[in-house]
């Protein structure tokens, strides 16, 4: 079983809130990524991280922001949230093998 | 990454073998095709990858042609269990754009 984990599983909260999903692997991997679905949608790269101090942008535009302070952690947080921002969100690591192991996600509801 | 090419969606009667193919005309040498499944909404489930070899774990085999242009993964025994929307990657394992595209999958229904 992959050691990666993703805190909360769900969220309920209203507008304009700032929240945090965190995500952390005890794998030792240097590559994290943060990928956004929708039910029954394609998975949307929106951030990744080559290691400590490194994150960049994916393909798909996101108002959320990320860090990448320790090699085991990669919050993601959204300043304000709004309803558009209603999604899955799953954070995953790269092995050295190439292999991408995901976290169970965190599903968000912004009313 | 080369691009990928699966059928939108599948069935599979319970017990019986679900052959899922993938086409990946435009692979490289140094690229592997990796398999992922998605249950529900869960995160994705990494199954096998292989270079050129066929390439067999506890979950399922990998079936890659001669010329690597296609590949089929194989569940021997498909389970409802193994319900679910399986993508076919080819990426370099160390190299490769980080933009993983995992795309619109096979959506593989057992049916009992």
């Known amino acids: 079983e992959a050691d990666i984990y993703q805190t909360p599983r769900y969220l309920v909260i209203g507008t304009g809130k700032k929240i945090t999903l965190e995500c952390s692997q005890t794998m030792g991997h240097d590559k994290m990524y943060w990928y956004q679905q929708d039910p029954g949608m394609e998975l949307h790269l929106i951030h990744y991280s080559y290691g400590v101090n490194s994150t960049e942008k994916g393909d798909l535009s996101s108002e959320s922001t990320v860090s990448r302070i320790r090699t085991e952690h990669f919050p993601l947080t959204l300043e304000s949230a709004r309803p558009s921002h209603t999604s899955q969100y799953l954070c995953?690591?790269?092995?050295?093998?190439?292999?991408?192991?995901f976290g169970e996600g965190s599903r968000l509801t912004v009313l | 990454d080369a691009k990928t090419t699966q059928p939108p969606s599948m069935d599979c009667a319970e017990g019986r073998a679900a052959n899922l193919p993938c086409n990946h005309s435009?692979?490289?040498?140094?690229?592997?095709v990796y398999w992922y499944r998605q249950i529900h909404s869960q995160g994705p489930q990494y199954i096998i990858h292989g270079l050129k070899n066929n390439e067999t774990n506890e979950m399922a085999s990998l079936i890659i042609t001669e010329d690597r242009k296609s590949s089929t993964l194989i569940l021997p025994h498909a389970t409802l269990r193994d319900t679910a929307v399986y993508y076919c990657i080819v990426r370099s394992p160390q190299g490769g754009s980080e933009k993983l595209v995992f795309g619109k999958g096979t959506k593989l229904t057992v049916n009992p």
């Open positions: 995953a690591s790269r092995s050295g093998t190439g292999e991408l192991f």
């Open positions: 435009t692979i490289s040498g140094n690229e592997y």
